[in-house]
């Protein structure tokens, strides 16, 4: 069974610029979780998207946005990307009746410079 | 507000000596406690969670976690370290079963303990 897929693996921006991020859960997975992995910050909750809907956010600026399709993959967009914003951007996916273990791909590193 | 504290940053131990990973825990409701380990460049994996059964915890790869209330506590330990343990380790905390009811969605993690092992 394929495993939390994430693309792309690396990329680079510059200040300024568009980013969008993207998951596809495991099969049946209907929540998709976002994290931010900043070097010195430890994981920092982003976001969470069940049925299509976003359910949760964390203490994240409103350029950090994304949304979860019908087949339940999700998309992160973070825009006007900043110096800060270099990161390892993990997702995360978990069945409905989940006791609380979730499902990791092995992230998204994206390099602002 | 849950919160979750891993005491050191860094562990180094001998192989095949005692692991112990430090983690305590905040919570205002019966928490469920989980530990993940992440290789390098790679996603977190699950070690093992405590959802408020059993209080001694038994995970993958030799690893248990023993559930104290009274410390707030539930740190990791495996009785002999072995090479291909390195990585980083993750404590977290969750203030509900997530997908149930009044589910904020949030795991919290502690900062991370990295651990080495010396051959």
């Known amino acids: 069974e394929a495993g939390v897929t994430q693309s792309p693996t690396h990329l680079i921006k510059t200040r300024g610029q568009q980013v969008t991020l993207r998951c596809s859960p495991i099969?049946?997975?209907?929540?998709v979780y976002w994290y931010q992995q900043a070097l010195g910050l430890g994981l920092q909750f982003l976001l969470w998207y069940d049925e299509g809907e976003e359910r949760n956010r964390g203490n994240f600026p409103p350029r950090f946005s994304g949304r979860q399709f019908p087949n339940y993959s999700s998309e992160l967009n973070v825009n006007a990307l900043e110096l800060e914003d270099s990161a390892l951007y993990l997702c995360?996916?978990?069945?409905?009746?989940?006791?609380?273990?979730?499902?990791f791909g092995e992230g998204s590193r994206l390099t602002v410079l | 507000a849950q919160s979750v504290t891993q005491l050191g940053s860094h562990v180094s131990v001998s192989e095949g000596a005692l692991v112990l990973l430090r983690c305590n825990y905040s919570?205002?409701?019966?928490?469920?406690l989980f530990w993940y380990v992440q290789y390098p460049n790679q996603g977190l994996q699950l070690l093992l969670k405590y959802t408020s059964a059993a209080t001694l915890v038994k995970g993958i790869n030799g690893f248990e976690a023993e559930f104290k209330k009274s410390e707030t506590s539930f740190h990791l330990t495996k009785p002999s370290a072995h090479m291909s343990d390195a990585a980083e380790y993750f404590c977290?905390?969750?203030?509900?079963?997530?997908?149930?009811?009044?589910?904020?969605?949030?795991?919290?993690f502690g900062q991370g303990t990295t651990l080495q092992v010396k051959p």
């Open positions: 919570s205002s409701v019966p928490p469920y």
């Open positions: 099969s049946g997975h209907t929540s």
């Open positions: 977290a905390v969750s203030d509900s079963r997530l997908g149930g009811s009044g589910n904020t969605g949030k795991l919290i």
């Open positions: 995360a996916t978990a069945p409905d009746d989940s006791t609380g273990e979730l499902f």
